[in-house]
């Protein structure tokens, strides 16, 4: 069992910037993908963006590129989620989502079903 948990969720303002951390409690799974997703109230959770384990290869929904930037610590069983020029169709609650025994695929990345623990959501305000 690996337990994912956020932090780092907050109002801010249009424009403003916030940085989301998520923490996977137990890595003797070895080597796994860590990924973020986003639902907003009344709309399907989306996929925003994902890393590999060795943090070389991330992966960008096209409504964040450019904006977010998600990294890895040294210790892989971190990520962060950087979010610059927020907007408020970012709104969202955020998840952050761990892949230990799904596909490491290009495409499974992008998808919630490609990801086997999941944390219980920090939520993202941005006020316009």
């Known amino acids: 069992q690996v337990l994912v948990e956020e932090s780092g969720g907050g109002l801010v303002q249009a424009g403003g910037s916030l940085r989301l951390s998520c923490a996977a409690s137990d890595h003797t799974f070895g080597r796994y993908g860590m990924g973020w997703f986003r639902q907003a109230s009344g709309k399907a959770r989306e996929f925003v963006a994902a890393?590999?384990?060795?943090?070389?290869?991330?992966y960008y929904s096209d409504s964040v590129k450019g904006r977010f930037t998600i990294s890895r610590d040294g210790a892989k069983n971190t990520v962060f989620l950087q979010m610059n020029s927020l907007k408020a169709e970012d709104t969202a609650i955020y998840y952050c989502a761990v892949s230990v025994y799904s596909s490491s695929s290009d495409h499974a990345r992008r998808i919630a079903s490609g990801y086997d623990y999941w944390g219980q959501g920090t939520q993202v305000t941005v006020s316009s």
């Open positions: 890393v590999t384990w060795s943090g070389d290869t991330t």
